[in-house]
């Protein structure tokens, strides 16, 4: 995957705002979205298992790879996801991936993938999602408000919360289990 963008460090732990114990504290507004983010895993978790097991393995409507593979892919992408949230919450650049460069990981993913099962799909997702809960320890809500611009919006200006509730994250998740909700 080509970037030009600089993500050194990019796995930086993000500052943790914490209570008068020493324990992290989240905001309301935080512990919103990470709700948000929970309830939609749990659909898609739902959706995987209640998906026809005679269609698991046929291409799905909605990517053209296998149900299985768009499936996996959701908890596959947390990592990346994770990049754009984890440099934006840090005030670096975000990565200067484009579209071509995306699709490409995607696709051979999906290649890999394509013949995985559905306890694949479902540890998958519930193991990439557990940096995404410890993202949301550690976030503010003055860091949910900033702006930085992001390259696959031809650099259009975001807040870190319009990447987390955008196609980035809750709404991906979204999407992928209406696609397999159909």
Known sequence: ?????????ATDAVAVPSSSEGRPTVTDR?????QDFE???????????RFPDDRWHAPSDDEGWTNAASARHVGYQFELELEYLTA?????????????????RNNDHAARHANCTKADAIQTTRDGS??????????????????????????????????????????????HTEA???
């Open 1 to 9: 995957m080509t970037q030009t963008g600089d993500t050194t460090g």
């Open 30 to 34: 935080v512990q919103k979205l990470r």
């Open 39 to 49: 309830q939609g895993l749990e659909k898609l978790i739902g959706a995987i298992e």
């Open 88 to 104: 934006h919450a840090a005030q670096r650049p975000l990565p200067s991936y484009t579209w071509d460069d995306i699709h490409k």
């Open 130 to 175: 557990k940096a995404v809960f410890a993202f949301f320890d550690g976030i503010t809500d003055e860091q949910l408000d900033r702006k930085a611009p992001l390259a696959l919006a031809d650099g259009a200006e975001v807040t870190l919360q319009d990447l987390i509730l955008g196609g980035v994250l809750i709404d991906h998740v979204r999407a």
């Open 180 to 182: 397999m909700s159909g």
